[in-house]
């Protein structure tokens, strides 16, 4: 492909970096990423995704825009308020870069579409804020063989880690099942400061962007902590062995997809 003038002049920044050039930016406008879910870790990636010309951005969210979303959610605005999230965040990126093609999903994501949902795409971003969805992807992406950023948000803290096939362990190695229904405080109970989301779904763009680029040290293998209280960021390594994990491991015992029942948290995973 050849660039535009335009295209020069809007990726002129990423195009003098050595660890991206004009080769890089071609593959990020050749590249696929889903995000599911269009709040508050969604909304930053899907945003720095479509600034960075990410060719084709899929947003799979099913709910509206609610006036209590807008304190974190930075794709939408007030004038949104009751409109789709999906086309709320496709207006926001189009308006932003006209470059990509963004492909909405107002559904939810359940066993029975999950697969074909992500089918198509290079790169999966997991920011959905309950226990249910993180499990689902994370099962889903396995069995496909896509890798995906995990993260999850709740009060003043983050985390982050990122599954690569074949190289590290998945969300299961690391947390086994679903907590116990109401064991874990929802967003709504117990709040979630706004910039956390920004921090973290940024952090998930990179992750992202570093993938397609197939440059620097993915989260591959490794939890990213935040405490933003104490400006505190922690990588813990997690265990490498992944034989007896039951989705990913030599032996899995998880060969279908479950859907779970479990309330809203932002905190999914802390």
Do not use: W
Request: charged fraction near 20%.
């Amino acid at each position: 492909m050849t660039f535009t003038n335009e295209q020069i002049e809007r990726y002129s920044r990423h195009i003098i970096l050595k660890e991206v050039g004009s080769k890089g930016q071609k593959k990020l406008l050749n590249s696929r990423v889903l995000i599911i879910g269009a709040g508050g870790l969604g909304a930053p990636a899907a945003m720095y995704l479509a600034a960075a010309g990410v060719g084709t951005i899929g947003i799979a969210d099913a709910d509206e825009v609610d006036l209590s979303n807008l304190q974190r959610q930075i794709i939408h605005a007030t004038k949104d308020v009751g409109k789709a999230k999906v086309l709320s965040a496709k207006e926001t990126m189009i308006a932003m870069n006209p470059d990509v093609k963004v492909n909405t999903y107002r559904t939810f994501v359940m066993s029975e579409n999950i697969t074909e949902l992500i089918e198509d795409y290079d790169f999966i971003i997991d920011g959905t804020d309950n226990f249910p969805a993180k499990f689902l992807i994370n099962d889903a992406c396995v069995m496909a063989q896509k890798p995906f950023s995990h993260a999850g948000i709740i009060r003043f803290q983050g985390q982050l880690m990122t599954y690569v096939p074949n190289e590290g362990p998945c969300y299961r190695c690391v947390f086994r099942d679903p907590p116990p229904k109401d064991a874990v405080p929802t967003c709504k109970q117990a709040g979630v400061i706004g910039a956390m989301g920004g921090v973290i779904g940024s952090l998930q763009a990179m992750e992202a962007v570093k993938y397609i680029l197939g440059v620097g040290e993915l989260l591959t293998g490794y939890l990213l902590t935040y405490d933003a209280l104490k400006m505190e960021f922690r990588k813990v390594k997690l265990p490498s062995n992944t034989d007896n994990c039951p989705v990913c491991g030599k032996n899995p015992t998880i060969t279908e997809l479950i859907d779970y029942e479990q309330a809203e948290c932002d905190g999914a995973g802390l």
